[in-house]
């Protein structure tokens, strides 16, 4: 046996680990550190801030006498506050004097605990919307009016006379800035192989021939999709499909839906070489802008116009602003994914567990470090709208707990919340372990 014939394999695992380690350790840490700061502002004392569980690697106790650790098992974290007999924050060591109580989570007042525990998902909020608002800076926005950037790699059959610099009036005598027009002007121009631009150069307006504005050209593939599974790369173009030749995205579109899950021959170029890719449409669940959701089959792949656009810096509160947007976008969606797959009316194969959420971090680092910064403030999102579910351990159940004990004026009866704690414990437990089963077994 040829062991050489595993390095591959094993090298992709390593990655796929690694970037899932690092994705997740960020977001724990943030949402931890939610909790610390905030307790410790609210006058509660934090005896161990852990990154990890199980053997401890590394320590340190810091002059405030909190406990900073770095734990063998990479796949959460916690922080424990003083008297408390689990990290969980569920009853007492019995160690602590009457006079340190209120430095304890169960001695300070309700204010202080409903703050330190809503702080771990809003922070991880916080973490998403400046991921977002970073990317939007650095991405910057496109200039007005439109203006050519690099061009992308493309085929020799795709060569014009276009340059960077050259600014956009029209394709096919279709205004390009035209503000009546209410629909994509890919909609509008002819879907053939060679289109008529005109553009302005400098100070004179050119009628130049250039290839289809919105090509047949890769610009992401999604995470676990066919397209992934089938290693097609950022910028592939896609040339025939099932030897009928290609020059549109649009036509990619029509063949993967007509070929309803049957597998198709895709003709690759890739930096000048040739590849074939037999790929097989899968079937996918995608959110509509009223909140439901269509079933549409779909390799993974989406595509973009033939060329860079020059860019304007967008300002740090407009950043903000539309980071924002982007979250609550992505957690109403999440909502209403969930709501969904509660009713049976979307796959279960929507729901990805650790596996997925591993294998996800691979790909998305893979596809380079501006895409896995992305999927960490995605992930980060998902984590804090996770962790405000009305289940007991997470964050959620303690903030009902709070609430009871808001109206109540009394708190929850130790052994109930014991009760519902182990009830909640079971729950997560099932959850994962159902996930799991998803990732690897029912939706590989």
């Known amino acids: 046996m040829d062991l050489t014939q595993f390095v591959p394999m094993f090298g992709n695992f390593a990655f796929m680990i690694a970037a899932f380690v690092v ?27 852990s990154l990890g569980f199980g053997p401890v690697i590394y320590s340190r106790v810091d002059r405030r006498g909190t406990k900073w650790q770095i ?9 424990k506050f003083m008297g408390d007999a689990t990290a969980a924050s569920v009853g007492t060591d019995g160690t602590v004097s009457e006079a340190d109580m209120r430095r304890t989570m169960l001695g300070a007042p309700l204010w202080a605990r409903t703050a330190t525990v809503a702080a771990g998902p809003i922070f991880n909020f916080v973490l998403a919307v400046a991921i977002f608002a970073g990317s939007i800076m650095y991405q910057g926005r496109a200039a007005e009016p439109l203006t050519f950037g690099e061009l992308r790699p493309l085929p020799a059959s795709y060569a014009s006379d276009l340059r960077e610099g050259d600014v956009m009036i ?67 173009v896609i040339t025939a499909v099932n030897d009928t030749p290609i020059f549109a995205f649009s036509q990619v579109q029509e063949v993967v839906l007509a070929a309803e899950g049957a597998p198709l021959e895709f003709e690759i170029w890739r930096n000048g070489e040739t590849l074939t890719k037999t790929i097989a449409p899968r079937r996918v669940d995608l959110p509509n802008p009223d909140g439901g ?16 656009e020059e860019t304007v810096g967008v300002g740090l509160f407009e950043a903000v602003t539309l980071g924002a947007e982007g979250l609550w976008d992505m957690l109403k969606t999440s909502l209403s994914a969930m709501q969904h797959i509660l009713f049976g009316q979307i796959s279960t194969c929507n729901l990805s567990g650790p596996v997925g959420i591993a294998e996800t971090s691979g790909s998305m680092a893979e596809q380079g470090a501006q895409s896995f ?12 709208l996770i962790n405000l579910f009305p289940i007991p351990v997470l964050d959620g159940g303690h903030l009902i707990f709070y609430a009871y004990e808001a109206i109540t004026r009394r708190k929850p009866n130790d052994r109930a919340v014991q009760v519902f704690m182990f009830v909640g414990l079971s729950l ?6 159902f996930t799991i089963l998803n990732d690897t077994i029912l939706c590989p």
Not at 211 to 226: G, W
Request: net charge negative; glycine share 8%.
């Open 428 to 433: 997560i437990l099932s959850l994962m372990t």
């Open 373 to 384: 910064i992305w999927f960490i403030g995605a992930l980060s999102a998902a984590v804090g």
């Open 71 to 79: 734990a063998a098992l990479p796949l959460g974290g916690y922080v």
């Open 293 to 308: 959701f269509e079933t549409r089959w779909l390799i993974g792949i989406t595509g973009t116009i033939f060329f860079n």
């Open 23 to 49: 994705a997740l350790s960020v977001i724990v840490a943030i949402h931890e550190y939610g909790h610390y700061i905030v307790g410790r502002w609210c006058g509660i004392h934090a005896d161990v801030f």
């Open 170 to 236: 029209a394709v096919e005598g279709v205004l390009f800035n035209d503000p009546a027009r209410d629909v994509p002007i890919s909609d509008l121009v002819p879907v053939q192989e060679r289109l008529e631009y005109t553009v302005l150069r400098e100070d004179d307006e050119l009628t130049l021939d250039g290839p289809y504005y919105f090509p047949a050209a890769v610009a992401s593939v999604s995470p676990r999709s066919a397209a992934d599974d089938a290693d097609i790369k950022v910028d592939d």
